[in-house]
T-cell receptor, first 118, second 114 residues
Framework: GAGVSQSPSNKVTEKGKDVELRCDPI?????LYWYRQRLGQGLEFLIY????????KSGLPSDRFSAERTGESVSTLTIQRTQQEDSAVYLC????????????????FGPGTRLTVL | DQQVKQNSPSLSVQEGRISILNCDYT??????FLWYKKYPAEGPTFLIS?????DKNEDGRFTVFLNKSAKHLSLHIVPSQPGDSAVYFC?????????????FGKGTLLTVNP
């Protein structure tokens, strides 16, 4: 079946502009995650959606970052007034459900969106 | 404060030999550990995991060892193949309310030479 897809694959923008990144999770996956990977760094958790529960936004670095998810499908990550330090690869992942130590918790990642802020 | 550390940014091995990738962690609340593999321009893909109640988990050529007292885990690939060349990320998850969050290391670039 289809994996996690993300669009666009690359985005170049000017400082101060807003950008919107899209994620299509695997069909049937109720959990969705956004991560950021800056150059030379590991993946950094941003936000988590699970079903109809309130999202965990604890990883969002500033109030310029926001994300939405429509039901159990598409999610968009919006960065307002982009800054150069926002340049990174933004990765989306989805999983079947959340439970400790189960194979079904495996997070499946999309290819990412490479954001460059000039 | 980096809670998951991969101190070797790169590793080069000969085809057919063993590759050993290391990972250290500082958070004693971590109870589940994963290895992900990442090719350029692709997202990370899950490779193998281990629960803190075990000290070894094996899947084909891949074995993960966990030493809880040392807060250390390692991934062994035997025999290494050129197709294994990728960046390997160690990740950890803690028990408790936010147990879905993965904390990643910075990754180790493995190059397997033919």
């Amino acid at each position: 079946g289809a994996g996690v897809s993300q669009s666009p694959s690359n985005k170049v923008t000017e400082k101060g502009k807003d950008v919107e990144l899209r994620c299509d999770p695997i069909s049937g996956h109720t959990a969705l995650y956004w991560y950021r990977q800056r150059l030379g760094q590991g993946l950094e958790f941003l936000i988590y959606f699970q079903g109809n529960s309130a999202p965990d936004k604890s990883g969002l670095p500033s109030d310029r970052f926001s994300a939405e998810r429509t039901g159990e499908s598409v999610s968009t990550l919006t960065i307002q007034r982009t800054q150069q330090e926002d340049s990174a690869v933004y990765l989306c992942a989805s999983s079947l459900f959340v439970a400790g130590g189960q194979d079904t918790d495996t997070q499946y990642f999309g290819p990412g969106t490479r954001l460059t802020v000039l | 404060d980096q809670q998951v550390k991969q101190n070797s940014p790169s590793l080069s091995v000969q085809e057919g030999r063993i590759s050993i990738l290391n990972c250290d962690y500082t958070n004693s609340m971590f109870d589940y550990f994963l290895w992900y593999k990442k090719y350029p321009a692709e997202g990370p893909t899950f490779l193998i995991s281990i629960s803190s109640i075990k000290d070894k988990n094996e899947d084909g050529r891949f074995t993960v060892f966990l030493n809880k007292s040392a807060k250390h885990l390692s991934l062994h690939i035997v025999p290494s193949q050129p197709g294994d060349s990728a960046v390997y990320f160690c990740a950890a998850r803690s028990r408790g309310g936010s147990n879905y969050k993965l904390t990643f290391g910075k990754g180790t670039l493995l190059t397997v030479n033919p």
